[in-house]
Each structure stands twice: as structure tokens, then as C-alpha cells.
T-cell receptor
Framework: DAGVIQSPRHEVTEMGQEVTLRCKPI?????LFWYRQTMMRGLELLIY????????DSGMPEDRFSAKMPNASFSTLKIQPSEPRDSAVYFC????????????FGPGTRLTVT | KNEVEQSPQNLTAQEGEFITINCSYS?????LHWLQQHPGGGIVSLFM???GKKKHGRLIATINIQEKHSSLHITASHPRDSAVYIC???????????FGKGTHLIIQP
């Protein structure tokens, strides 16, 4: 298996632009997680899906952030409009099913908003 | 929300030394994760454990559920073990993880 795939690996954009991050989980995994990592706050959960359904989005910073999982093999995290404070590394992870299972992380997308 | 504390924050040791990293959490959990993040940024799951001890090569993880404490040990440390080690637990009954701040480990030759 190719593991969790994220694209793009790097994104540089100007403040106010829309940014879309993409994730393909490991085939057969039922849970998908979006995390954000910054120097100040470390790793934080943004949102997670179970069987394509958003279960907990309490970590989503504000309405500028939205996430979708239209099918079992694809998820997007969108920021509109982007702001410099959104600069971070965004990780997607998947697991067979929630708690009690290891999570497999993608390589991350490094986002820079200027 | 589960609070996760790791210690030490930074650790520099000589090759061959025995390394211990500690993690404590505030709310009872079903399982605890140890992750490794290399300088390149990738995150790898090392262990997931709910009781007792697990061993993989030179890495050993232990957990005491009653005391809400876990340790990660590295025996015969090597420069390639240099990385950030992160403890994580499920947050508030949900499946998403809450992370410690990480321990930045440097093993000098």
C-alpha cells in the first residue's frame, strides 16, 4: 500500500486566497483525521471522519475552514480566505476504525500564507 | 479535554546511553500512542498500548493505567534515534488524538 497520500506537499499563497488540501487515506481504513502542526501549539486535531461522516469538528479554528469527505478514498480541507496565521503543516491520518487502532500519517502539506 | 504532559522537553545524550521519555495524562484512556517525528517532518507511529509493556527492537514502551503515566525507553541509543518523540491520547472520549508537546532528542556520536 502507498500509505496516506497528501497533496500538495508545499503550498505558498497570498492572504485572501482559497487553499485546498487533499488527502487519500489507506484503502480499507474507516477513520480519517486532519491535524495541524505549528511551532506555538504543536499538533492539534482539526476534524475527523468516521465512514465518511464528520464526527468531531470542534478543532476547526473558524468558519474559514471546512472539510469534506465525499467518498472513502478522498478528503479535502479548504481554507477560504486564507490568513498568514494559517501557515502550518497540515497532516492527514487514517486508521482502520477509531480508538484502539494505530493512526497512519501522511507526509503533510506545508502551507505558507504571505 | 485530556491534558498531556511530556518530559523532558529537550534531551541530549551520548551514543549508547539508555534514554527515558515520560508522558502523563489527566483523563483515563483506552490506549496511548507514541509517535516519532524525524527532522524531515514525517510522523511515524511507534507504539499503541493500553496496558503493560511493548517492545520493538531497541524501543520499549510501558504504561501504568492507574497512575496515568507512560514511558518510552531507548536502549543502546544511536544518532539515527535523533528525532522528536510525541505522546498522544484520545481526547475526551473521541477518536482524534490530543498530543504532548514532544521531546526533542539528540544523540551525539
Amino acid at each position: 500500500d502507498a500509505g496516506v497520500i497528501q497533496s500538495p506537499r508545499h503550498e505558498v499563497t497570498e492572504m485572501g486566497q482559497e487553499v485546498t488540501l487533499r488527502c487519500k487515506p489507506i484503502s480499507g481504513h474507516n477513520s480519517l483525521f486532519w491535524y495541524r502542526q505549528t511551532m506555538m501549539r504543536g499538533l492539534e486535531l482539526l476534524i475527523y471522519f468516521n465512514n465518511n461522516v464528520p464526527i468531531d469538528d470542534s478543532g476547526m479554528p473558524e468558519d474559514r475552514f471546512s472539510a469534506k469527505m465525499p467518498n472513502a478514498s478522498f478528503s479535502t480541507l479548504k481554507i477560504q480566505p486564507s490568513e498568514p496565521r494559517d501557515s502550518a503543516v497540515y497532516f492527514c491520518a487514517s486508521s482502520p476504525q477509531g480508538q484502539g487502532y494505530e493512526q497512519y500519517f501522511g507526509p503533510g502539506t506545508r502551507l505558507t500564507v504571505t | 479535554k485530556n491534558e498531556v504532559e511530556q518530559s523532558p522537553q529537550n534531551l541530549t545524550a551520548q551514543e549508547g546511553e539508555f534514554i527515558t521519555i515520560n508522558c502523563s495524562y489527566s483523563v483515563g484512556i483506552s490506549a496511548l500512542h507514541w509517535l516519532q517525528q524525524h527532522p524531515g517532518g514525517g510522523i511515524v507511529s511507534l507504539f499503541m498500548l493500553s496496558s503493560g509493556k511493548k517492545k520493538h527492537g531497541r524501543l520499549i514502551a510501558t504504561i501504568n493505567i492507574q497512575e496515568k503515566h507512560s514511558s518510552l525507553h531507548i536502549t543502546a541509543s544511536h544518532p539515527r534515534d535523533s528525532a522528536v518523540y510525541i505522546c498522544a491520547v484520545p481526547g475526551g472520549g473521541a477518536d482524534g488524538l490530543t498530543f504532548g508537546k514532544g521531546t526533542h532528542l539528540i544523540i551525539q556520536p
